[in-house]
C-alpha cells in the first residue's frame, strides 16, 4: 500500500489542523484552568530572567516552550496539621495527584486550540538518573513566584496572599506566548513569627532564614530515595531476623509497606501545618495567638516520635535539646556523591554550621585521574563557600584521585589504605580533615 492510501494518511488529510493561534488570550487560559480544577493560575513566559537558570532544562523537555502556567492545589489546612502523619500525609499525596490531574485537564482542553503543552510532575516522578544531583528540570516555586502566586517564606514554602502555604504546585508548559503575563505579588505574605523554625522537628530552618537542607531530607524523606536505599542496605546486612529488627523496628518496616503501597508519606510537614500566612489562614493566629500555639503548634511538638538523623549532624544535638518526647534514630539518607563534580554540588546541602562556629578555614581540594578539578572552600564562622581553582593561603591542601576519593566518600575505602597507597595525600594538620569531615556528614 502507497503511504497516501493508508486510512491513518488519509484521514488525517481529509481533517483541517486546527488554526494555530499566535498568541493566546491569558483570560480564557485562566478560565479553562479553574474549570480544569484550579484553585489559582498564573502565567509567565519562560524568557522571564529570574527564570533563567531554569530555561535549559525547560527548552530540553519540551522544544518552543514558550509560557509557563503556574497551578495552585489547596490544601486542607486541618489535615495538613493533623499529628497523626497517615492523615496529613493523604492530604498532601491527594494534592500532588489533583494538581497533575489539573494540568492534565488543561492540556486536554488546550489541545483543540491548536496548542501544543507537557505537564511537569507536581512531585514525584523524578528523572532519578540524576541522583544524588538535582533530578527536576523545573522549579514549581520559582514559576509561581514570577507568575504572581505568592512569595517565598521563612518556611521555604510558596506562601499565596490568601491560602499562605496550604498548597501544592503544578506547572504547564506551552508552546504559544500570551498576550498578558502575570507579575509577583508586591509584598511577602509571611509574617515571620517564626513558627515554622519553632515547628520543625530537626531544627532545619534557621531563624536568619539558613535551610539545613539535608538534615530536612534525612527525616523527612526516611521512606522515600536514599531513606529507602539504606532501608534495603539495612536489610542485606542483617544476618538474621532478630538482627534486622534490632536494626529496624516492625513500625518502620510496615510504615515502608504503606509507602511503597499508597504513595508519599513524608514524616514531617510542620513547617506548613505551623505556618498562619494568608488571609483565609490568619484568623486564628491574630485573634487568641495562645490558644493557636495550643492547637497547632504544641501537639506537634509533643507528638512522640522517631526523628531520623546523621550520625554527627546538627540535627543529632538539636533534638534532645529541644523535644522531651522525640527520640532521634541515626540513619544514613543514602547521599553517596557519584562525582567528583557531584561532591562539590552538594557541598552547601550536607553543610552543618552548628558544626564550623568556631572554625576560620581555607582548605585546597586537587581532584586527578578520571576527573580532574581544583576547588577552595572557605569555612568560617558557620558559613560556608565553595569556589571553583585554588584561591589564597590554604590551611590544609587534599590532593586526591578523583575514583579513590568517591569510594572513600561511599565507606568503600579506608583512609588509612587510602594515604598509604598515596592516591590521597593532605598537607597540613590532620585536625583540619577532621572538622572538614565534621561539617559534612555522609
Ligand atoms: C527539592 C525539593 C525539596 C527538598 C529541598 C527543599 C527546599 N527548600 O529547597 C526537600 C526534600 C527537603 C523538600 C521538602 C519539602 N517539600 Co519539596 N520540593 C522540592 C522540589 C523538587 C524542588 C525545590 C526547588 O526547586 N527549590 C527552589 C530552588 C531555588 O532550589 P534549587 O536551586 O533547585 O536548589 C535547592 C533544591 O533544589 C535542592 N537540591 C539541589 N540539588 C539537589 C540534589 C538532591 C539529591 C536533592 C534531593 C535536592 C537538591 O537544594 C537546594 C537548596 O534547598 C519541589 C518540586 C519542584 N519540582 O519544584 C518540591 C516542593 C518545593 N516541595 C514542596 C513541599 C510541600 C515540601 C514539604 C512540605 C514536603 C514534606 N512534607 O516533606 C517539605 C518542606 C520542606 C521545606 N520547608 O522546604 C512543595 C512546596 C509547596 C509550597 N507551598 O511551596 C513543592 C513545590 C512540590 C509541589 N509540587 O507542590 N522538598
Not at 507537557?118 to 509561581?144: I, L, T, Y
Request: aromatic fraction near 8%; glycine fraction near 8%.
Amino acid at each position: 500500500m502507497k503511504l497516501e492510501e493508508h486510512p491513518t494518511v488519509k484521514s488525517y488529510r481529509a481533517k483541517q489542523a486546527p488554526a494555530r493561534p499566535a498568541v493566546l488570550e491569558a483570560a480564557q487560559i485562566k478560565e479553562l484552568a479553574r474549570a480544569a480544577g484550579a484553585d489559582d493560575v498564573g502565567l509567565v513566559e519562560l524568557e522571564r530572567p529570574e527564570l533563567a537558570m531554569w530555561r535549559p532544562g525547560t527548552e530540553a523537555l519540551m522544544p518552543g516552550t514558550k509560557t509557563l502556567v503556574s497551578l495552585v492545589e489547596r490544601l486542607t489546612p486541618a489535615n495538613v496539621r493533623c499529628p497523626t502523619r497517615s492523615v496529613s500525609d493523604k492530604e498532601y499525596s491527594r494534592g500532588m495527584h489533583a494538581a497533575d490531574e489539573t494540568a492534565h485537564n488543561l492540556a486536554t482542553a488546550l489541545a483543540p486550540l491548536g496548542v501544543g503543552s507537557m505537564v511537569f510532575p507536581a512531585g514525584f516522578p523524578m528523572d532519578m538518573s540524576q541522583w544524588p544531583g538535582k533530578m527536576w528540570a523545573v522549579s514549581h516555586k520559582a514559576v509561581a513566584v514570577a507568575a504572581g502566586m505568592g512569595q517565598m517564606g521563612l518556611n521555604r514554602m510558596l506562601l499565596h496572599p490568601r491560602f499562605g502555604g496550604f498548597l501544592v504546585l503544578g506547572t504547564l508548559l506551552l508552546d504559544v506566548a500570551v498576550d498578558r503575563y502575570d507579575q509577583p505579588v508586591d509584598y511577602n505574605p509571611c509574617l515571620d513569627c517564626k513558627l515554622c523554625v519553632a515547628a520543625c522537628p530537626v531544627g532545619a530552618i534557621g531563624k536568619d532564614g539558613h535551610f539545613a537542607f539535608v538534615n530536612c531530607l534525612t527525616h523527612n524523606y526516611r521512606d522515600r530515595l536514599g531513606g529507602f536505599q539504606d532501608w534495603a542496605e539495612q536489610l542485606i546486612k542483617s544476618k538474621s531476623s532478630a538482627d534486622y529488627r534490632r536494626r529496624v523496628s516492625d513500625q518502620e518496616t510496615v510504615s515502608m509497606w504503606q509507602s511503597l503501597s499508597y504513595g508519599i508519606c513524608n514524616k514531617s510537614s510542620y513547617c506548613m501545618a505551623a505556618c498562619p500566612a494568608g488571609e483565609d489562614n490568619i484568623g486564628p493566629f491574630l485573634e487568641d495567638r495562645k490558644a493557636y500555639l495550643a492547637e497547632v503548634l504544641q501537639p506537634l511538638n509533643d507528638k512522640a516520635e522517631e526523628i531520623y538523623v546523621l550520625p554527627g549532624s546538627d540535627a543529632e544535638e538539636y533534638v534532645p535539646k529541644r523535644f522531651q518526647n522525640k527520640r532521634v534514630k541515626q540513619v544514613s539518607n543514602g547521599i553517596r556523591p557519584r562525582s567528583v563534580q557531584n561532591f562539590l554540588d552538594n557541598l552547601g546541602l550536607l553543610f552543618q554550621r552548628g558544626k564550623a562556629q568556631d572554625m576560620d578555614t581555607t582548605y585546597h581540594l586537587t581532584f586527578y585521574g578520571s576527573e580532574n578539578a581544583e576547588a577552595t572552600v572557605v569555612i568560617k564562622e558557620g558559613a560556608l563557600q565553595v569556589k571553583r581553582g585554588l584561591e589564597g593561603k590554604a590551611d590544609l591542601h587534599l590532593k586526591a584521585d578523583s575514583d579513590t576519593w568517591i569510594s572513600f566518600l561511599a565507606k568503600e575505602k579506608g583512609l588509612l589504605p587510602a594515604l598509604l597507597s598515596g592516591k590521597m595525600k593532605i598537607k597540613g594538620p590532620p585536625k583540619l580533615m577532621k572538622a572538614f569531615a565534621a561539617c559534612f556528614p555522609l
